[in-house]
């Protein structure tokens, strides 16, 4: 378990140092969450108008869920690092040292979870100097980046995965398509869920995504549910289980291939 967690860190900071060369990231990664926040909360600030809507501040109400659809687009397609290394046989020389298999797998999911962590720290900075506001306090910050690097790691694992089977750029393009849109609208990232049609609120209870802004959002108000909030975020970590597993049982049939 040592060697493993010591190879993961090492094979972490090999993709950090990837990423400090390619500033034109570094910025996207920065900037378009903080688009998404100014864009959202001026197209539907008057929803709040809305009968049951719960809440009479849109920014707050946004922010919680902001945090966590960045955090799943971008874990969504962090895949495409996997095939680029793939493509460039990078993979394939480091089956030739003594390298953790897990380890190439793991980096890739604490990655994305680290990703996420810091974006949700700026939008949440944003959020604070247009509004929006963590009633629980420091409790509360831990608790959405928990659940934004919670989420990150889910559907990093599963991304991976579909990376290591498919090992094409267009099949994983096709594939993030056809996921991201769905899952970001089968939850009350944008609206309350009692708000929601009953076919998409029933659908809603079965997404991670949901269950990552779900967490978010109930610390933002005073007297959060912290039943709630656990238990949304066992389910992620539950669900990041099984999608790592799953990471690495498509990288075991990659090298099988070899």
Known sequence: MTTTLSHTWYM???????LLRQPIWIFIILIQPLIWLLL?????????????????????????????????FSALWSGMAMIEDLDQGVIERFLATPARRTALVLSQVARSAITAVIQ????????????????EGVVGWIVILV??????????????GIALLARREPTMI??????????MFLSSTLIATNLMPGWMQWAAKFNP??????????????????????????????????????ATWAFQAYRRTL
Request: include cysteine; charge should be positive.
């Open 12 to 18: 972490l900071g090999r993709q950090t140092r990837n």
């Open 174 to 183: 096709a594939v993030a398509n056809f996921v991201g849109l769905p899952l």
């Open 147 to 160: 659940a934004a690097a919670l989420v990150a790691g889910c559907f990093s694992g599963l991304s991976h």
């Open 40 to 72: 959202y909360s001026q197209l539907f600030r008057r929803i709040v108008e809305l009968p049951g809507f719960g809440s009479d501040s849109y920014i707050e109400f946004l922010t919680p869920g902001i945090v966590v659809m960045t955090a799943f």
């Open 209 to 246: 995504v949901h269950w990552g802004v779900e967490a978010s959002r109930e610390v933002v108000h005073r007297g959060a549910d912290w039943g709630a909030v656990g238990v949304w975020l066992a389910l992620l970590l539950g669900f990041a289980a099984v999608t790592s597993a799953f």
């Open 120 to 135: 949700a720290v700026i939008i949440l900075g944003l959020g604070f100097l247009m509004g929006a506001r963590v009633r």
